[in-house]
Nanobody
Framework: QVQLVESGGGLVQPGGSLRLSCAASRMIFSLYVMGWYRQAPGKQRELVATITSGGSTNYADSVKGRFTVSRGNAKNTVYLQLNGLKPEDTALYYC???????????WGQGTQVTVSS
């Protein structure tokens, strides 16, 4: 069974930065589009960013210019660099892996990001 394990969340002041990591195992990493989603209390889960095995990226408008997604294919790891954090970025951030040939989704357990002064 595919495993995705996130780390790197925490409490940060507005304007601060965090780097989230997602370690993937039991999968052929290059066959997956990897992504980050987030869910704030009382809201639906939303896309933050995705990255293909070739490095093509896609971002939600709300994070463009502030967040950067990257992947280390040799390490089976995907990262999300969060800069210029705002209180509205507070959410549980989930790592996602989508198998390109079937569009089956796999999810991590989430890591909490809280932006507050």
């Amino acid at each position: 069974q595919v495993q995705l394990v996130e780390s790197g969340g925490g409490l940060v002041q507005p304007g601060g930065s965090l780097r989230l990591s997602c370690a993937a195992s039991r999968m052929i990493f290059s066959l997956y589009v990897m992504g980050w989603y987030r869910q704030a209390p009382g809201k639906q889960r939303e896309l933050v960013a995705t990255i293909t095995s070739g490095g093509s990226t896609n971002y939600a408008d709300s994070v463009k210019g502030r967040f950067t997604v990257s992947r280390g294919n040799a390490k089976n790891t995907v990262y999300l660099q969060l800069n210029g954090l705002k209180p509205e970025d507070t959410a549980l951030y989930y790592c996602n892996g989508r198998l390109t040939v079937s569009s089956v989704d796999y999810w991590g357990q989430g890591t909490q990001v809280t932006v507050s002064s």
